[in-house]
């Protein structure tokens, strides 16, 4: 079991709906959970961090955390196509400074 | 620069050749993180630094790897005798906390 799954994907969403982007992690103690846009050619972008269970929303996007079930969501509402990129999640493990990426999920929205 | 800095920017090297890969953090930023991401995938720790001490060298896949912070600023990531399977981009990242790592634009490296 890889300790960050991601479904590869891809997502296609139409322009103007709803991406959700799902990520589960098998450390339980793991405390720091992130969200990174990496454009194709280009590095990692943080877009959010979560640390508690519940919703945080920035923007136009909502990072979900379920540290019982081990899931971390994204969602991104109103998607455009300049939100097309790989979405990895991230975590943070516990005690520790190493931080274990998912293999991403690619994200196409269509015009 | 505001952001990370990483040369350079795409190297090539045949196999056996050493490699240095330089990384400048943003100013005042206490952590330096190296990745390695080979495509298609995410990236895979490699090390970490808090300052000049290297707090974490887990990642390094093998003793040809060697990473050092000597002033606590920038950074050189080291691969001695490099082979094919080095071929990946080498991202550096740095923050000020531990958490929410700001990215430079990598090092392309091409082992031939």
């Known amino acids: 079991q890889k300790e960050v799954e991601q479904n590869s994907g891809p997502l296609s969403v139409p322009e103007g709906a709803i991406a959700s982007l799902n990520c589960t992690y098998s450390d339980r103690g793991s405390q720091s959970f992130f969200w990174y846009r990496q454009y194709s050619g280009k590095s990692p972008e943080l877009i959010m961090s979560?640390?508690?269970?519940g919703d945080k929303e920035d923007g136009r996007f909502t990072a979900q955390l379920n540290k019982a079930s081990q899931y971390v969501s994204l969602l991104i509402r109103d998607s455009q196509p300049s939100d097309s990129a790989t979405y990895l999640c991230?975590?943070?493990?516990?005690?520790?400074?190493?931080?274990?990426f998912g293999a991403g999920t690619r994200l196409f929205v269509k015009a | 620069g505001a952001g990370v800095s990483q040369s350079p920017r795409y190297k090539v090297a045949k196999r056996g050749q050493d490699v240095a890969l330089r990384c400048d953090p943003i100013s005042g930023h206490v952590s330096l993180f190296w990745y390695q991401q080979a495509l298609g995938q995410g990236p895979e720790f490699l090390t970490y630094f808090q300052n000049e001490a290297q707090l974490d060298k887990s990642g390094l896949p093998s003793d040809r790897f060697f990473a050092e912070r000597p002033e606590g600023s920038v950074s050189t990531l080291k691969i001695q005798r490099t082979q094919q399977e080095d071929s990946a981009v080498y991202l550096c990242?740095?923050?000020?906390?531990?958490?929410?790592?700001?990215f430079g634009q990598g090092t392309r490296l091409t082992v031939v």
């Open positions: 990242a740095s923050s000020l906390r531990v958490d929410e790592a700001f």
């Open positions: 991230a975590v943070r493990n516990t005690g520790g400074f190493k931080t274990i």
């Open positions: 979560i640390y508690s269970n």
